[in-house]
């Protein structure tokens, strides 16, 4: 290791905390920035690098952190104003993980409190911006990590996904959102809302560095109940790729833009000499999906959120203690109809993706809009599926100008590593028109 | 294949036939018995060994089917009077496995309401005795299959098995009764009470026998959500045996006979050199448990027999509608945290089990007891971990006199095989003493 590459790390770290400095005021993707911390971690990778240590593949590499993921000795508020002061002491699995991989932390970003929503618009922390679109929101509930990739504050974050919490962001901040399948990340030292359908994902502005940091992460946990470990990678395949589009996709509403996006890149496909082909999953209707999974996200944010909720001076707004509210007093029956229910399309959602190489649908029906526009009731229509399965789940910006669009490949359980390769391959028939 | 052979199933047909005639007045185990249909499907299977045909591992071996299984043609009521009239025109998955493998049905077998009990005493199907102890309760949910096999009507039986409702009446009837793995018995055509909890399971007097049933009836099923295939046979074990028996025994009251059955099961284990040594399964409180189970299984009841509980005409007993209510009216978080403490401990109990070979276990804390006594709530305490880690479970009988003890075996997921192998081996330990 040369002395120039040990300098430069130090050098990278500066840089990406100068264009925070520079960036965030207008953004506000950043809750909290590592500052000193950070150079500091820079500084020791340096001295282990002098002293003649292999550092790990993603050595100085700075990650920005949803703050619903455990950092060690930063705040981690979820969200919410009644955690301002909660600092815990211990990294979650996937940050100790990070570390290991010889990776630094820049700081934690902003999100929807207690991560139930999709705009990042938080009355404690601050009304994230879009990068890509100003005035409009960034999506949720990881906008600030969205966010932050797409203004070059950080070249990589982590974000978490119940609903569509990573790829609904991604979409709107025109950057590539993954969430792999349910398992194959740690959640310990996640804040969970949701057990059954929370996953943590990756934000990154390219395919080749999200899969240096996958690979990174992607470590079964033995603590973790939900953990399962992700197998070798499957062999190339030599043959072409077919690409499923569910028909169910004629039951969202679709902005005129999202239309074209996507009919444009489904075209680019069939050039490329990929299969496209219809699919059905039976079961599925992405409006009553959508309405179950939230059921679900919201009765186990009441357990979840169980203190805060008894608390009548805990500081939370009345929108976040009326969803739970919701959640705490619905009926049992109710709750396990609709986890069912995400169970059963689920199922069927495993069985169709295994007859292809992935599914491809719109990330979200729309594009950003704007902050005080009407909030759409579908942003997770198309997204809330994955969860439901399990299933791996990308959001890749769609090549077009102006508001970004996102466009997501649904790949077969534990597929990851394929389902990368599948993106990296589709975006090369995007950009190649 | 001789015709000696062939007419020897029709003959074996009439034995247990006539069994059942002369037995069954005085157990009530039966609810329905296929007299005609088991001897024309006897007659079948002659026609097709005389025409050459090899027939199946279990040819013209009769099953007794617990009456919340389909079997096409014969009425399946799931113990509620209501459903009296109910026929259902397809078999069962399992039961179409059985008849593919040359095996016919006799009839249906008598459950408690619901299959949510565990005495089968029956309101509108009559109360079940126990063959093994007259006067006594033969347990349930699944107490006919239990009785059908004890009272040697039915050489195997099948059950189903949401806390312990196959292992339960196991115990109490002295026959084997083995819950396998979660999924790999299909649940297709199983009325289902609890789809979180419930698996089918399978009764025989002996080990081979069931070894023989069981390897007919694992077969992974494409239309279930829950099926799991099997993995192949492990290797035989040259080492010796490692059983472990849960610290948390202690916080179950045991009936003298039970503690002194158990006690010496375990001493014959350590003279036959198998290593038994304490396990601790964190957060398991038995208690706990199997009211959090009971939660679950209540809640998601209400949902599966939700038209029942909506007509207040249906034919139900008040103390079935009452439990119904109960999940109908919780609240929504009660039941998510129930079923996450189920889903916890299963968890736990998971890791522990892979550990050593096997857990051990009394199937229930007390024998059989009379049917006007009071039902004592810890029947399950000690069943209730293997459903909750979906984990392979068998009760053996204990070697002793008078009303039956069954002792239990738990195993790690998917080790079904191995399981059964080490059922034999232990049981083989207590023969000998």
Redesign the interface.
Known sequence: MSAHTAISIRQRADYWLETIARVDPALLAFVHVARDGARAEAAALEARMAAGELLGPCAGLPLAVKDNIDVAGMPCTVGIASFRDRVPLTDARLVALWRAAGGIVLGKTNMDEGALGALTDNAAFGRCDNPAAPGFTAGGSSGGSAAAVASGMAPVALGSDTLGSVRIPASYCGVIGFKPTRGVLSRQGVAILS?SLDNPGIFARDIDRLITVFECLAVHD?ED?DSVALPDPAPRYERPLVIGVPVQLAQVTLEPEVAVAFAGAREALVRAGIEVREVDIPQWDPQKLRRSAFIVAE??G??SF?DLLADENSDITPAFRAMLEF???????????AR?YC??VG?AAR?VVQSVDALLLPTTPQRAFAHDADHPANQADLTALANAGGLPAISVPAPMEGRPVGLQLVGPALNDRRLLEIARQVQGTWLAT
Do not use: K
């Not at 959640?327 to 109809?337: C, I, K, N, V, W």
């Open positions: 057990w033995d109940p009765v186990e009441a357990v169980s959640g705490r007093d619905l009926p049992a029956p109710r709750y396990a109809s069912r169970t059963e199922f069985r």
